[in-house]
Structure formats: structure tokens, C-alpha cells
């Protein structure tokens, strides 16, 4: 565990807020976990005991592990106590880049000096966040995958005004995580994001055009490619509305439609039709797993 981290405040309970959070726990640093919304705090903190609990039913962890790392955790319902002293601030709220500005706006005022801001956003201009503080050279991108316990992968994100002492504590961050990291320039999209939701975005036009079936799209990619996860699965899980705002992003920041989400993707984000979170997207989602859809 690196000296300069001590205590962290993941601020968004949401599904990757609460990953960063369980790992940020697991790590063995002083976890909070923040939420503007308590239903969705309490949704996230849920979701951490029952991945340690399932970790436990198979055999993977011990109860006593969890009972260390429930003690590295703790639930905020006010952002001002949540990073009050910390080391660092990783932010994992929506892809929404007013959202994103005003909370770090407030990160500037509220969090110590010293204290490195990371934020893991998937696609949006790490620049563009990092100027709505005065100390644009402590904040990073840092873009986790989902499920995050269990990816391997964290993106770097290096803007021009960031340090390079701040990129230094980032990928020690990551490297106590278990984490293999790499690093790339502050390009909309990064490495991952951009070529992740085009091949999505292609696999969801072969499936309205009637190429193929959901799974056997997916076969497809996993046995052909060798890719551990289909295209549409991996939409699924990341959720039908990261991958919507991602590629309309995209579009925008490189005045290319062909970056434009297919018309299927955004009826289905406008049904409510969100993945595995919603429990229905390009497949039907429940506790047992995921089933092919009929209706697509």
C-alpha cells in the first residue's frame, strides 16, 4: 500500500462508484463512500455485501476478510464530511459533464489541499473537468471496468496541466489495487472507450439488420476473437445508457455522426431498457444469469 494514500472518498454509489469503493476497502485504506441520494447509497453499500457474502459462499474470501474490510468502509450522506482529510477523491457519477464540473467545483473547496481528484469518466475530456478547480494539476482520470473487483484493467488519463507527481500516485493507487495500468492522453474517448462502443455500436446494427441473434453475435466475438465478453453482453453490463452518452460524446467532439448511437440503442435507453441494472437489454437479466430476448 503506497505511504502518500491513506484515506479515500469515492463519491457516487452507483455500480462502478461501489466497485471503486469495495477495492478502495479491500486495499486497506479508510473507505467512504458518498451519495447525494441515500436510496442509492444504501443500494451501493448492499451491492458490496453481496459480493463479499458471494465471495464467501464460494470459497474465494473468508469472513474474516470481510469483516476487515467492512471496517475500512463507511457510508456519507454529506459530501463535506465524506472528503474531509483524505488523500484522494475518485468521482464516478454520470457521464454528464455539468454534473461532473459542478462536483468538482466543490471537491476544490471542500478536499484538502493536497489531495489528488480523480475522476472516471469513460469519454469525457478530462481537461474540461479539471478546469472547473484551481489545482487542475491534482486532478486525473482514472477509468475503471466494470465489474470492477474483478477487471484488471485501469486507464490512466493525462491532461497538459496535470503533475506528473499526480499520474505517480495514480498508478500506485491502481497497482495496490491489483490493478495493470496504462496511460493515455486526454483524447475524447481514451484507447478503451473509443474502440469499445464503436464495435458495440456495429454489433447492435447487425443485430437490427437481422445478421445474427444477441448470443450468437456475441459467440461470435468470445470464441473468434477471443474476447471474454460478446459486444452486446458487455453493453448489457456497462449499461445501455454509459454507451448512448459515450457515443454521442463522441460524435460531438469529433463533429463525426458515425459515432451517432444506432436507433436501437436509444429506443431501448428510452423504454427504461438499460441492462443488467434494469434487468432487461439485449438480453433478460435475473439472479440466475441472462436469457436471449425474442422481441429484438
Known amino acids: 500500500m503506497p505511504v502518500t494514500i491513506r484515506t479515500v472518498a469515492v463519491i457516487g454509489a452507483g455500480t462502478m462508484g461501489a466497485g471503486i469503493a469495495q477495492v478502495c476497502a479491500q486495499a486497506g485504506w479508510d473507505t467512504r463512500l458518498f451519495d447525494a441520494f441515500p436510496e442509492g447509497l444504501d443500494a451501493g ?23 476487515i474490510w467492512e471496517q475500512n468502509l463507511s457510508p456519507f450522506n454529506e459530501l463535506a464530511d465524506a472528503v474531509n482529510g483524505v488523500d484522494l477523491v475518485i468521482e464516478a457519477v454520470p457521464e454528464i459533464l455539468e454534473l461532473k464540473r459542478k462536483i468538482f467545483s466543490q471537491l476544490d473547496h471542500l478536499a484538502p489541499e493536497n489531495a489528488v481528484l480523480g475522476t472516471n469518466t469513460s469519454g469525457l475530456k478530462i481537461s474540461d473537468i479539471a478546469s472547473a478547480t484551481r489545482r487542475p494539476d491534482k486532478v486525473i482520470g482514472m477509468h475503471f471496468f466494470n465489474p470492477v473487483p474483478i477487471m484488471k484493467l485501469l486507464e490512466l488519463v493525462r491532461h497538459e496541466s496535470v503533475a506528473d507527481s499526480t499520474i505517480s500516485i495514480a498508478r500506485e493507487v491502481g497497482e495496490a489495487m491489483g490493478k495493470t495500468c496504462i496511460l493515455v492522453n486526454d483524447v475524447p474517448g481514451f484507447a478503451t472507450s473509443r474502440l469499445g462502443v464503436v464495435l458495440g455500436n456495429e454489433a447492435i446494427r447487425m443485430l437490427a439488420d437481422g445478421v445474427a441473434s444477441a448470443s450468437d453475435i456475441d459467440t461470435a466475438m468470445r470464441l473468434g476473437y477471443k474476447h471474454p465478453m460478446g459486444p452486446l453482453e458487455l453493453t448489457d453490463l456497462v449499461g445501455l445508457d454509459v454507451r448512448r452518452d459515450i457515443l454521442n460524446n463522441l460524435a460531438e467532439a469529433f463533429n463525426d455522426e458515425s459515432y451517432r448511437p444506432h436507433p436501437l440503442l436509444n429506443k431501448l435507453v428510452e423504454a427504461g431498457e438499460l441492462g443488467k441494472k434494469s434487468g432487461k437489454g439485449f438480453y433478460l437479466w435475473s439472479d440466475e444469469g441472462k436469457n436471449e430476448r425474442d422481441d429484438l
Do not use: P, S, V
Open 45 to 67: 453499500m448492499n451491492r458490496i455485501d453481496a459480493f463479499w457474502n458471494k465471495g464467501i459462499e464460494r470459497g474465494k474470501t473468508t469472513a474474516e476478510q470481510k469483516q
